[in-house]
């Protein structure tokens, strides 16, 4: 495999700006968004987000079997084509419902949701098990997935700016213009895997990556780190608005928070290439654990405290976005397995970021209305659980995910 350029990594990585366009709204505007539109109470939003994210999570595997199957007949990009209509048609109906009573709603909801998610899921495994199958040069590795997830923060960065701006519908055009523009250059300059033998790849192949002692650890870190990540994801705007009261900045703490990730990614991979991506993300855990607490107890208004957690916190994702797709692609090389079942391994590593999801919307949000909080009121009682849920139990949860990754086997990766 050539040496790959600045471009290359370029002309790869853009793709994640319109993944990243679509994914914001998905996980922190609709919950919000069909709530206010139709009354919808958040058991019922809750609930649908879990049934969606499960269904969602349990194709990912049976995707990447496809990829792996599949991919030597019209490469990754094949896959990259068929998912655009399912992510432009589903986006555009989930924030277009038409005038439903709730049932209904909640019905039109769980199927256009499940649809973007069919076609997210489809292009995000198909970049990713491109990326992971270009290079396995350390100095690469690490920097190629960084440029993917700095272009995924561009596209966070302009989500939060554009819903604030012009609007869902404004969001969408834009939205679907850079996905076709982005796929196009993907399609056409991007690089292109070195040529491998395909593996036999029968329903057995989707627990190929479980028997990787490797990624076992690295699975169990995913998982846990991600549900801590997963769950302010899932409560930012009701923080925002019932704890801080302070709604009409929640766009603008969003830019902070991820213009930080996407500034510190070049040192997290500079950091990485020193001294390994395991260690290095294990001190990001540590240092994001330690900024994120000050969140619990703030009081209404306290906009500036609240911008430097998100500064702070913003930081250390950059290392929480670079470093763990790039050890995955660490652990499938050592495997031997280079070329040939990056689609399992992604949709084993899909499959737990989608579960993180669902779990974080399926239990916070019914557990937070049993424990007396209702959207757009500021009873103290409800809002003490919303800051115990939104600050507290994403801190213990990351140290938890700190501790296996301290003893996983990871460092000679």
């Avoid at 703030?298 to 500064?311: Q, R, S």
């Avoid at 050592?334 to 989608?354: D, I, L, N, V």
């Avoid at 009682?381 to 949860?397: D, Q």
Wanted: hydrophobic fraction near 55%; proline fraction near 5%; glycine fraction near 8%.
């Amino acid at each position: 495999m050539a040496r790959l350029t600045t471009v290359s990594f370029f002309t790869y990585g853009l793709f994640g700006l319109p993944l990243a366009l679509v994914a914001l709204p998905i996980y922190v505007y609709v919950p919000q968004f069909y709530a206010e539109r139709f009354g919808l109470s958040l058991t019922l939003i809750g609930g649908a987000l879990l049934a969606a994210r499960v269904f969602d999570a349990c194709i990912d595997p049976l995707i990447g079997l496809w990829i792996d199957r599949r991919r030597n007949h019209g490469g990754y990009g094949r896959f990259i084509l068929i998912s655009l209509p399912l992510l432009a048609l589903g986006f555009l109906a989930l924030f277009h419902p038409p005038e439903l009573l709730q049932d209904a709603a909640l019905l039109w909801f769980l199927c256009t949701l499940l649809l973007v998610y069919l076609g997210f899921s489809l292009a995000t495994i198909a970049h990713q098990s491109w990326g992971a199958a270009l290079t396995q040069k350390l100095a690469e590795r690490s920097r190629l997935t960084a440029t993917r997830e700095a272009c995924g923060l561009l596209g966070v960065i302009l989500a939060a700016l554009l819903t604030g701006w012009l609007g869902f519908d404004g969001l969408i055009t834009i939205f679907i213009i850079t996905l076709l523009i982005c796929a196009a250059i993907l399609l056409k300059s991007a690089p292109q895997p070195a040529a491998t033998q395909a593996l036999h790849a029968g329903w057995s192949a989707m627990l190929e990556p479980l028997r990787n002692r490797r990624f076992r650890w690295l699975f169990a870190v995913l998982i846990v780190n991600g549900i801590a990540a997963s769950i302010p994801a899932t409560l930012f705007l009701f923080f925002a608005k019932d704890q801080l009261q302070l709604a009409q900045y929640a766009g603008l703490f969003l830019v902070l928070y991820f213009m930080a990730a996407a500034c510190s990614m070049p040192l997290w991979v500079a950091l990485a290439r020193r001294h390994g991506e395991a260690r290095i993300w294990l001190c990001a855990m540590l240092l994001s654990a330690a900024a994120f607490i000050w969140a619990y107890g703030l009081p209404a208004g306290a906009a500036l405290p609240f911008a430097v957690i998100c500064v702070l916190s913003g930081l250390t994702l950059g290392a929480d976005l670079a470093l763990p797709p790039a050890l995955l692609a660490a652990v499938i090389g050592r495997a031997g397995h280079s070329g040939q079942r990056e689609g399992a391994y992604f949709g084993a590593w899909s499959w737990a970021t989608k579960m993180n999801l669902a779990l974080a919307a399926g239990i916070s949000l019914p557990l937070l209305e049993q424990l007396g909080y209702v959207p757009g009121t500021a009873d103290s009682t409800g809002t003490h659980a919303l800051s115990v849920a939104y600050a507290l139990l994403p801190c213990a949860l990351k140290l938890a995910a700190a501790s296996i990754l301290a003893r996983a086997p990871l460092r000679d990766v």
